[in-house]
């Protein structure tokens, strides 16, 4: 079963039980985003493929019997609709993590919490089983880096958050693969830091300790707001926050 009908802004779909019909819709998902407009899509994509991977694995329970069906709606250029039903008993919302496990390591337990991170709301109803989201495409500040000798100076562009974590994770790893181990955040034009933005941070002190013995990470430029965040979540036993000139001239970036 594999039955898909487009409807001016709507994306119509039935599909049995199988993971391989998940990413044949996926892909047709994404033509249909790029008809109505919309260019960046990467975690409207992320939100349907995971509601799609639960309603089949856990909703259906892989029995390629059962379908799995729902709408792909366009509310404009930039903000969707998602429903996913399938013929399973429904989920109760009480009992579902929406926080990433803590062990990296760990594969299982990240569907709703992407989900959640990514969604501007989520409704669950069950009778039939079904899930609705809401998922907007963010407005991206550039992230860059400029070197400072052998320091690395980065620059969020903006808030560090679910929709801007995965960018700066990217520019993160790809410096450190250049071979630098001395790292500056400036939080000039940040003032705002979510718990994935967190993670990310940490999981980075993480890898560069991994990596090399004489690593060394700072945080300038932070609001009085953030810096209570790092103390709060020890985050300034990772990174030196430097506060004030005196500590920027000590600095090695």
Known sequence: ??????????????????????????????????????????EIIIVLRELLINAVEHGNAKDRSLTVEGTLEALGQDRFCIRVQDEGKGVDASTLSFTMPEDPSQ?????????????????????????????????YSLCTHRMEGECAVILPGGDITAASAETLRRLLLKVLDQGVSHFCIDLSDTSDIDSIGLSLLIAFARILKENSDKGILEIQNAADSLETL??????????TIVRNQEDKDDSPC
């Not at 892909?27 to 109505?36: G, H, N, T």
């Not at 594969?107 to 089983?129: T, Y």
């Not at 790092?230 to 990174?239: A, E, I, K, N, W």
Request: positive net charge; aromatic residues 12%.
């Open 1 to 42: 079963m594999f039955a898909i009908q487009e409807n001016g802004s709507e994306l119509n779909f039935s599909i049995a039980s199988d993971m391989a019909l998940v990413d044949r819709f996926v892909a047709l998902a994404k033509e249909f985003m790029e008809r109505q407009g919309t260019t960046r899509f990467s």
């Open 107 to 139: 594969d299982r337990s990240r569907g709703f919490a992407l989900i959640h991170a990514f969604s501007d709301e989520i409704r669950f109803s069950q009778n039939p089983s079904c899930i609705r989201a809401w998922v907007s495409v963010p407005t």
């Open 230 to 239: 790092f103390r709060m979540t020890r985050l300034d036993r990772m990174y």
